[in-house]
């Protein structure tokens, strides 16, 4: 199954109508995208072409047309919360700035022979004894918070859990087995 490209064309125009103090400007814009994913990559691009000079305090917008599209359908970033625990309100800054960079899928390393800091609820010794402190552990609602958060900017998380070759986790969680 391929993910349609979120190709999109974003045009800016100004028109001025009157001399002086009279003189009205009117900025208008036009988004074209084909999906939905178009849409969202356009308005970002809008929101950076959106700036405030220091001494004049107002919006300013330069006339600009773009036509955007990504050169590689997969654009990622890998965290690895298993080697070095990341605090939720962390993770959900990184999908923030992979959103304004375009970036459309978090690989996330969530566990490993370091640190096993994922609540389950089948196992939960799992993160009482694998995780680096009870503090370091993202609960099931944590998880679905940072999944939801990436789903509205477009970003596809892409959980790691690797097993069996990195199993020192289910050593502490399972001593006698």
Not at 4 to 33: F, H, K, N
Not at 95 to 115: E, R
Not at 166 to 176: D, E, I, T, V, Y
Request: charged content about 25%; aromatic content about 10%.
């Amino acid at each position: 199954m391929s993910v349609p490209t979120p190709v999109y064309t974003l045009e800016i125009s100004l028109t001025e109508e009157g001399e002086g103090e009279e003189a009205v400007v009117q900025v208008s814009g036009r988004l074209d995208a084909h999906t939905v994913w178009g849409v969202l990559r356009g308005l970002e691009t809008f929101s950076q072409l959106v700036h405030i000079p220091e001494p004049e305090n107002v919006y300013r917008l330069n006339v600009t047309k773009i036509q955007d599209a990504p050169r590689f359908p997969h654009r990622g970033l890998l965290v690895d919360t298993a080697r070095h625990f990341l605090p939720k309100n962390i993770l959900l800054d990184v999908l923030d700035s992979m959103a304004w960079n375009k970036l459309n899928v978090l690989h996330w390393h969530i566990v490993d022979d370091q640190s096993f800091p994922y609540e389950s609820r089948i196992f939960p010794n799992m993160s009482r004894y694998g995780a680096y402190t009870p503090r370091h552990v993202y609960t099931q609602d944590d998880v679905m918070d940072i999944v939801d958060f990436a789903r509205y900017r477009g970003i596809r998380v892409i959980p790691e859990f690797d097993t069996p070759g990195h199993a020192q986790g289910f050593g502490k969680a399972f001593p006698r087995q």
